[in-house]
Nanobody, 122 residues
Framework: QLQACGGGLIQAGGSLRLSCAAS????????MGWFRQAPGKEREFVAR????????AYADSVKGRFTISRDNAKNTVYLQMNSLKPEDTAIYYC?????????????????WGQGTKVTVSS
């Protein structure tokens, strides 16, 4: 089970850190990803981190502004979001993938959190 939190209302240019806590003892066996879905749009890939945190990948739209990280001792994955823009407004979801191949398609992820809403005002 994944529980995401940390969303909120923030002005453009500000920062937020999302957290996603996982239950169970196998968190370190999963690559983790963050996705987002804006109103009227499809869910899109934001970032991914490998099982041990040694490898990360980002969507071009967030590269250089967002940082994904994880703490396997706390069963938690984070998304630090800086220099936020109104177009970052969406519901953000964390997801877990048992595979090791880098994938960005939502259907490749086995488990999903409930989402946390981020609203960036201009």
């Amino acid at each position: 089970q994944l529980q995401a939190c940390g969303g909120g209302l923030i002005q453009a240019g500000g920062s937020l850190r999302l957290s996603c806590a996982a239950s169970g003892r196998t968190f370190s066996s999963y690559s983790m990803g963050w996705f987002r879905q804006a109103p009227g749009k499809e869910r899109e890939f934001v970032a991914r981190i490998s099982r041990n945190g040694g490898s990360t990948a980002y969507a071009d739209s967030v590269k250089g502004r967002f940082t994904i990280s994880r703490d396997n001792a706390k069963n938690t994955v984070y998304l630090q979001m800086n220099s936020l823009k109104p177009e970052d407004t969406a519901i953000y979801y964390c997801a877990a993938d048992y595979g090791v191949v880098f994938v960005t398609t939502p259907s490749e992820y086995e488990y999903w959190g409930q989402g946390t809403k981020v609203t960036v005002s201009s």
